[in-house]
């Protein structure tokens, strides 16, 4: 089991406890999950709190932390011979235990021993935990209260990386980046997606990695999170290709490339892939410390907008459109996330905790109001962007037979857009003192190099 330096987690538990102050914090793991029956299990993937604190990746453990007591265990089953039998000689729990700083290691069942009703906990979003909670609390399911003071705290530690996070981070995002090359290499008229995706998977496979997330890859690529990969491509298609890694120590990569199928962009791919590439390096390029990351996304949909001006396909105002919220239409999600040891990183913790804060609320607009990431950005927040325009044609013929944005988008000229599908570009970026850093090695996203890639070259 691959783990940070003792000193590391060491430090971590203690800035923790400095932010909390006081009181008794637990902290869960994750168990296994079974797939259809117990001992026939979905892989397993450990609570990343419990990760960035304890470090170890093991189902069925807890972690205790009393801060006005100075005391640290965590609660867990050793091996016994019948496990040794089946998945060979391990690690004693107690050996890992002091590997991450921690002395005391107790059996599961003492931890009803140690719980009371003060007790400071993280929102649960497994049922099974959730359960645990309710017996040891001996309280309902609806009156599980998760401490916001101890949720905030592991936020701001968590929402800046450290050196060695990073380190994992940049491995992640190049391992990513063998993934897409493969990709897009494996793309061709005649082929089936999951041909490609095969590719993605075996490339993921030989660098002793895993998925972040279930591979997003297809030439419908207006449906935003399309994990089937059943279609045959034809020329003429693009496909888009939204798939990331994660690491041995469990930091994901979150990378999206569109490319032609035939190797070639048209002359109408080209436009729109323009203007995706123009709204991704004009927003990259303005990232730094205290930038609102709200105001990058609504600048991306002003670039968009004049783009779509200039192919004719909307008109009027490009700042009333702005306001008006056209840009949803063709870019009905946010701008991007943070991302670390989660994907979309501490979503389990409160979307609106981790992206907003007290006096920037969430908008009601189409686009906008999904943007995950809102507030200000700090030094050593990671966060990716990934802006994209899509043609989903339930959407557009809503919104035209309601008249909606009628007096700004030429409904008329979309139709040839219904069978285009949807581009998105997208980069993982680390916000530096100065301003940012692109995480990784350069993965081809120009039409030059995309199509340099697709040629067998780059």
């Given at each position: 089991?691959?783990?940070?330096?003792?000193?590391?987690?060491?430090?971590?538990?203690?800035?923790?406890?400095?932010?909390?102050?006081?009181?008794?914090?637990?902290?869960?793991?994750?168990?296994?999950?079974?797939?259809?029956?117990?001992?026939?299990?979905?892989?397993?993937?450990?609570?990343?709190?419990?990760?960035?604190?304890?470090?170890?990746?093991?189902?069925?453990?807890?972690?205790?932390?009393?801060?006005?007591?100075?005391?640290?265990?965590?609660?867990?089953?050793?091996?016994?011979?019948?496990?040794?039998?089946?998945?060979?000689?391990?690690?004693?729990?107690?050996?890992?235990?002091?590997?991450?700083?921690?002395?005391?290691?107790?059996?599961?069942?003492?931890?009803?021993?140690?719980?009371?009703?003060?007790?400071?906990?993280?929102?649960?979003?497994?049922?099974?935990?959730?359960?645990?909670?309710?017996?040891?609390?001996?309280?309902?399911?609806?009156?599980?209260?998760?401490?916001?003071?101890?949720?905030?705290?592991?936020?701001?530690?968590?929402?800046?990386?450290?050196?060695?996070?990073?380190?994992?981070?940049?491995?992640?995002?190049?391992?990513?980046?063998?993934?897409?090359?493969?990709?897009?290499?494996?793309?061709?008229?005649?082929?089936?997606?999951?041909?490609?995706?095969?590719?993605?998977?075996?490339?993921?496979?030989?660098?002793?990695?895993?998925?972040?997330?279930?591979?997003?890859?297809?030439?419908?690529?207006?449906?935003?999170?399309?994990?089937?990969?059943?279609?045959?491509?034809?020329?003429?298609?693009?496909?888009?290709?939204?798939?990331?890694?994660?690491?041995?120590?469990?930091?994901?990569?979150?990378?999206?490339?569109?490319?032609?199928?035939?190797?070639?962009?048209?002359?109408?791919?080209?436009?729109?892939?323009?203007?995706?590439?123009?709204?991704?390096?004009?927003?990259?390029?303005?990232?730094?410390?205290?930038?609102?990351?709200?105001?990058?996304?609504?600048?991306?949909?002003?670039?968009?907008?004049?783009?779509?001006?200039?192919?004719?396909?909307?008109?009027?105002?490009?700042?009333?459109?702005?306001?008006?919220?056209?840009?949803?239409?063709?870019?009905?999600?946010?701008?991007?996330?943070?991302?670390?040891?989660?994907?979309?990183?501490?979503?389990?913790?409160?979307?609106?905790?981790?992206?907003?804060?007290?006096?920037?609320?969430?908008?009601?607009?189409?686009?906008?109001?999904?943007?995950?990431?809102?507030?200000?950005?700090?030094?050593?927040?990671?966060?990716?962007?990934?802006p994209g325009c899509y043609f989903i044609p339930e959407l557009i013929e809503k919104y035209k037979a309601e008249g909606i944005f009628k007096e700004y988008v030429n409904y008329a000229q979309l139709e040839a857009y219904y069978d285009f599908g949807g581009v998105r570009i997208e980069d993982n970026v680390?916000?530096?003192?100065?301003?940012?850093?692109?995480?990784?090695?350069?993965?081809?996203?120009?039409?030059?190099?995309?199509?340099?890639?697709?040629?067998?070259?780059?």
């Amino acid at each position: 089991m691959k783990l940070f330096s003792t000193e590391t987690y060491i430090n971590r538990r203690s800035a923790l406890k400095n932010a909390v102050g006081s009181g008794q914090i637990l902290i869960l793991g994750n168990n296994e999950s079974p797939m259809n029956y117990t001992d026939n299990t979905y892989r397993f993937r450990q609570d990343s709190n419990f990760l960035y604190f304890f470090g170890i990746s093991l189902p069925g453990l807890a972690a205790w932390i009393d801060i006005d007591k100075n005391e640290e265990i965590i609660f867990g089953h050793e091996y016994t011979i019948d496990d040794i039998i089946w998945i060979g000689r391990q690690e004693p729990l107690h050996v890992l235990a002091n590997k991450v700083g921690v002395n005391t290691v107790f059996e599961p069942e003492k931890l009803a021993t140690k719980i009371s009703p003060a007790v400071m906990y993280l929102p649960p979003y497994r049922h099974d935990n959730k359960i645990l909670l309710s017996n040891l609390l001996n309280i309902s399911l609806g009156q599980l209260a998760p401490s916001e003071s101890l949720t905030k705290a592991v936020i701001s530690l968590r929402m800046h990386k450290a050196p060695e996070e990073i380190s994992e981070m940049e491995k992640a995002v190049n391992i990513t980046r063998e993934m897409h090359l493969a990709a897009m290499r494996a793309t061709k008229g005649g082929k089936y997606e999951y041909e490609a995706v095969a590719k993605i998977m075996e490339t993921m496979h030989r660098h002793h990695a895993e998925l972040s997330y279930p591979v997003i890859f297809s030439v419908n690529g207006q449906t935003l999170h399309n994990h089937y990969h059943g279609n045959l491509m034809e020329k003429g298609q693009i496909a888009l290709n939204d798939s990331g890694c994660e690491t041995d120590m469990c930091y994901a990569g979150d990378i999206t490339r569109t490319f032609p199928v035939n190797g070639k962009f048209s002359e109408a791919q080209k436009e729109i892939y323009t203007a995706v590439l123009d709204m991704l390096e004009s927003s990259t390029a303005l990232l730094k410390p205290g930038l609102m990351y709200r105001d990058v996304h609504i600048n991306a949909n002003r670039i968009l907008l004049g783009h779509l001006k200039n192919i004719g396909l909307v008109h009027g105002d490009v700042e009333e459109m702005l306001a008006a919220g056209v840009g949803g239409l063709f870019m009905p999600h946010g701008l991007g996330h943070n991302i670390g040891l989660d994907v979309h990183d501490m979503e389990d913790l409160g979307e609106n905790l981790v992206g907003y804060r007290e006096g920037l609320a969430r908008s009601t607009q189409l686009g906008l109001r999904s943007l995950r990431m809102a507030r200000e950005l700090e030094t050593g927040n990671v966060i990716t962007v990934e802006p994209g325009c899509y043609f989903i044609p339930e959407l557009i013929e809503k919104y035209k037979a309601e008249g909606i944005f009628k007096e700004y988008v030429n409904y008329a000229q979309l139709e040839a857009y219904y069978d285009f599908g949807g581009v998105r570009i997208e980069d993982n970026v680390l916000i530096t003192d100065t301003g940012h850093r692109v995480l990784g090695e350069r993965i081809a996203k120009t039409i030059a190099e995309v199509e340099a890639v697709m040629a067998g070259g780059f």
